[in-house]
């Protein structure tokens, strides 16, 4: 019998929680397996108006994996981070507007971290208008290729930077940004990632700059296209926030994106990341 009841939320991508409360979910030791299974066969999952406090949000986390310390300053509780466009609680919430375009954390490490397995969000404030966060399935977007498309696919190699993501808000940068943007190293992944599970999936988004071997435009192009096939409208699980909410996602298989808000709305998510140990390859 499985422990969690979930409710699918698209055919693609999303799926509802229920009849899990925030002391469950801090204390059963049994859920940790039972939601990571439930990640690979829905990629998200939403527990709405849970009202997990931060400790017991990082104590989830640690059931899942490693946690990610290395944000440690930002907010009283290690393993927290938050996700605010407001500089007084973020000093780094200048970068954070490039989350409004589609991405999958970690395509862009200091060295060669691996990308994120698993991100959780709650909801410590919502913004009046907008602040949604979009999910799209990346498996799916490979699936939906065809034989051909894959053939062809399946060798192409593609550049990501941190100033690609960048100029995606920052279209007219100073020279300084620049030298900031580039500081962070450029990485090379496959177009393709095959999983250790042998599923595959489409690695795309802001940080992907351009296809290595191939026009600029039309690598550009393909990628935008490829883009755009993935996060149609019907392939999109879209959350509208309210206070208390709590959401993960599997970060090595789902596409993300916040919807644009007003940069003084005190939306505020908390964020805690476990840590992945899986190459893009």
Known sequence: MSLLTINKLTSSVGAEVLGVDADRLASDDLLGEAVMQALEDNGVLVFRELGLNPQAQVEFCSRLGEVDYSSDGHHPVAGIYPITLDTSKNSSAAYLRATFDWHIDGCTPLGEECPQKATLLSAVAVAETGGET????????????????????????VVHSLEAS???????PTPEQVARWRQRR???????????????????????????????????????????????????????????????????????????????SPREMLRTTVLGNEPIE
Request: hydrophobic letters at 35%; a negative charge; zero cysteines.
């Open 134 to 157: 979009e999910f799209a399935n990346s498996y799916a977007a490979y699936e939906d290729l065809t034989d051909d498309e894959k053939q062809r696919f399946g060798s192409l190699r």
């Open 186 to 264: 450029t990485h090379e992944h496959p177009l393709v990632w095959t999983h250790r599970s042998g599923r595959k999936s489409l690695v795309l988004g802001a940080s992907a700059d351009y296809i290595l071997d191939m026009d600029l435009d039309e690598g550009r192009a393909l990628l935008a296209e490829l883009l755009d096939r993935a996060t149609g409208p019907d392939k999109v699980y879209r959350h509208n926030w309210s206070v208390g909410d709590t959401v993960i996602w599997d970060n090595q298989g789902v596409l993300h994106r916040a919807a644009p808000y007003d940069p003084n």
């Open 166 to 172: 960048q100029r995606r808000i920052t279209p007219d």
